[in-house]
C-alpha cells in the first residue's frame, strides 16, 4: 500500500472578513492546498490518504464552513474515493471542543470522519489521537494500542502530538491539556520490528530525526500559516511494503504581490498591497472595481490609499455548515451505533448549553 499523509489540515482557518484580511487569505490557501493533497495522492498513485488531524480550525476557534465549502470538500472525497481509500485519522486537539476536555472518552465523531464516511483500518498502522486529558491520558492510550499493535512487516505510527523535547510549545492555555510524544515510546515501538517510522502532526513546522533506528518525522502544515511564510512545506507518501517514506514539496501557500499600477490584476495571487496613486475620480472608480473583484475571489488586500478602509469585504455566512450541523446529521444517519449516537447527543446538548 502507498499511503499518503498530509500535515493538519485547518480548512477553515481563518473568516472571509474584511477587518482580519490575512484570515481571508489563510482560507484560501489552506483549502486550495487541501484539494492539492488529494489531487497529488492520485497523480502519485497512491492506495489510501490521510492527514494527521484537525481537519478544522474549530471548534476551539471558528468551527463553521460555508455550506458550498462543506458540500465542495464532501464531494472532492467522494470522487477521490474512486482512486484511493481514506484511512482511519488521529483526532486533533481542534477536533474536540473544549467543553469536552474533562470527560473526553476517545470517541468522538468529528466533522471529517462524518464527511468522510467509512474509514479503513490497517493493522501496520498505530493512529494515536489527541488526549485533552493531558500526559497521563495520551501514556495510557499509548500503551493500551502498543499491547494490540501487531504489525505484520513494516509499521507506521501517526500521532497528533508534540515531540518530547524538541518543540516547546502548548496549544492550551491549561499546559496539562498537552500531550508528549516520549521519547522512550520510540524504543517499546522499535520491538516491534526494525523497520518502522513515526509520523507527527500538530506542531506546524518541518523536521525529523532518527532515534534506534526509527524515523521520526514532523509532518508540519502544508501551508504556510502567514503571507510571507518560507518554510519548506510538504505532504508524505509512506510505502508498507518497503517501509520507505517519500517527501513531496508543496508550493508555497501564500502567495503575495504588491500593485502600483491598477492595470494588471494577478490571479493566483492571496495578498494583494495596494499602493497606488490615486490622483482623479477615474483612479478612484477603478480602484473600487479592482477591489470588488479582490472581494468577489476571496483574496486578501491592504489597501494604502486608505480610501476605502471601512469597507466591508465578507461573503455571505448566514447558512453555514458548523460542528452542531454535522452532529445532527451524525446522529440521526440509522448506521451509527447506538453508543455512539449516544455520546454524539450529550456532546451536542453540552455544546447548546456552553
Request: net charge negative.
Amino acid at each position: 500500500m502507498r499511503l499518503f499523509i498530509s500535515g493538519d489540515p485547518h480548512v477553515n482557518l481563518g473568516t472571509w472578513n474584511h477587518t482580519t484580511h490575512e484570515m481571508c487569505a489563510r482560507r484560501s490557501a489552506v483549502s486550495s492546498v487541501f484539494i492539492e493533497g488529494l489531487k497529488k495522492a492520485r497523480t502519485h498513485k497512491c492506495d489510501a490518504y490521510m492527514h494527521t488531524g484537525d481537519f478544522l480550525e474549530g471548534p476551539l476557534a471558528n468551527p463553521n464552513l460555508t455550506s458550498s465549502e462543506y458540500n465542495f470538500y464532501r464531494d472532492f472525497v467522494k470522487r477521490s474515493r474512486k482512486f484511493f481509500n481514506f484511512v482511519t485519522c488521529p483526532v486533533g486537539n481542534h477536533d474536540i471542543p473544549k467543553s469536552r476536555y474533562s470527560h473526553y472518552k476517545g470517541s468522538y465523531p468529528t466533522v471529517w470522519s462524518n464527511m468522510v464516511g467509512d474509514l479503513v483500518q490497517t493493522p501496520d498502522i498505530l493512529v494515536l489521537d489527541f488526549c485533552p486529558n493531558g500526559q497521563e491520558a495520551a501514556t495510557e492510550q499509548f500503551q493500551e494500542k502498543l499491547k494490540k499493535f501487531q504489525p505484520k512487516g513494516p509499521w507506521l505510527v501517526v500521532a497528533h502530538h508534540l515531540m518530547e523535547g524538541n518543540f516547546e510549545f502548548n496549544s492550551n492555555s491549561i499546559p496539562s491539556h498537552e500531550n508528549w510524544f516520549q521519547k522512550k515510546w520510540i524504543t517499546q515501538l522499535r520491538e516491534k520490528g526494525p523497520n518502522g517510522t513515526v509520523v507527527l502532526g500538530h506542531d506546524h513546522n518541518l523536521w525529523e530525526f532518527v532515534q534506534d533506528g526509527v524515523q521520526v518525522i514532523n509532518v508540519g502544515s502544508p501551508t504556510a500559516m502567514v503571507a510571507g511564510d518560507q518554510k519548506k512545506r510538504q505532504f508524505l507518501v509512506w510505502d508498507s511494503k518497503t517501509g520507505t517514506i517519500e517527501s513531496i514539496p508543496v508550493k508555497l501557500g501564500l502567495k503575495e504581490t504588491t500593485l502600483t499600477s491598477l492595470d494588471n490584476i494577478p490571479e493566483d495571487v492571496h495578498r494583494v498591497v495596494l499602493d497606488v496613486d490615486i490622483r482623479t475620480q477615474e483612479d478612484e472608480e477603478r480602484l473600487k472595481e479592482v477591489i470588488s473583484s479582490l472581494h468577489a475571489k476571496g483574496i486578501e488586500y491592504i489597501d494604502k490609499t486608505n480610501l476605502f478602509k471601512d469597507d466591508v469585504n465578507t461573503v455571505d455566512l448566514s447558512s453555514t455548515f458548523g460542528i452542531q450541523d454535522a452532529f445532527e446529521k451524525f446522529i440521526k444517519d440509522n448506521q451509527v451505533p447506538n453508543n455512539i449516537k449516544e455520546v454524539a447527543a450529550n456532546m451536542l446538548a453540552e455544546m447548546k448549553v456552553c
